[in-house]
Antibody
Framework: EVQLVQSAAEVKSPGEPLTISCKAS????????IGWVRQMPGKGLEWMGI????????RYSPSFQDRVTISADRSVNTAYLQWDSLQASDTAMYYC?????????WGQGTLVTVSS | SYELTQPPSMSVSPGQTATITCSGD??????CYWYQQKSGQAPVLVIS???VRPSGIPERFSGSKSGTIATLVITDVQADDEADYYC????????????FGPGTKVTVL
């Protein structure tokens, strides 16, 4: 069974760095793209970017290109989403999802709250 | 920037049919995917590659595409189908896998 388990909710202050994670199991991690999706409170889904763990090929939505870094570690079957300096506007639910003919498996989401 | 367009909301009675459209200039060139998101839950893929129903998705859900418009149809709507529905498709550069539409809130009366 394919499973994506995301790290716990985070509460941070503006300007702080943050990395959240997405641990995959039940399939060959390096053989499928994994994407990240943002959902701000009460809003729709926004595609942020995607990585192919097999060779670390990474693509970003222009809206997020300069704001986040996506990475993956095949040794622990985990993908990451990183911010160097959070802003209040980063407050949102973040989902990871495996791409196989669409995003066919999703993590449970990580709620990130940025507040002073 | 490229956008997909969906109606913001619709209401449907149980047993009736819900038809949700998604329009985009590059839909003729790329697949469209559909997701269902119930309140407080992660999205679920309900239609892949324009019209393929993933394992476990009821036959009541079907998808099609014609030109710049993709359509998700839910027949015999049930109370459990109340959710937000999003289409997704690559943009002009075929950046994989692409942007989401704004979502359609389906309310079951």
């Amino acid at each position: 069974e394919v499973q994506l388990v995301q790290s716990a909710a985070e509460v941070k202050s503006p300007g702080e760095p943050l990395t959240i994670s997405c641990k995959a199991s039940g399939y060959t991690f390096g053989s499928y793209w994994i994407g990240w999706v943002r959902q701000m409170p009460g809003k729709g889904l926004e595609w942020m970017g995607i990585i192919y763990p097999g060779d670390s090929d990474t693509r970003y939505s222009p809206s997020f290109q300069d704001r986040v870094t996506i990475s993956a570690d095949r040794s622990v079957n985990t993908a990451y989403l990183q911010w160097d300096s959070l802003q209040a506007s980063d407050t949102a639910m973040y989902y990871c999802a495996r791409h196989s003919g669409g995003f066919d498996s999703w993590g449970q989401g990580t709620l990130v709250t940025v507040s002073s | 920037s490229y956008e997909l367009t969906q109606p913001p909301s619709m209401s449907v009675s149980p047993g009736q049919t819900a038809t949700i459209t998604c329009s985009g200039d590059f839909l003729p060139k790329h697949y469209c995917y559909w997701y269902q998101q119930k309140s407080g839950q992660a999205p679920v893929l309900v239609i892949s590659k324009d019209s393929v129903r993933p394992s476990g998705i009821p036959e009541r859900f079907s998808g099609s595409k014609s030109g710049t418009i993709a359509t998700l149809v839910i027949t015999d709507v049930q109370a459990d189908d109340e959710a937000d529905y999003y289409c997704q498709s690559p943009d002009r550069s075929a950046t994989y896998p692409g942007i989401f539409g704004p979502g359609t809130k389906v309310t079951v009366l």
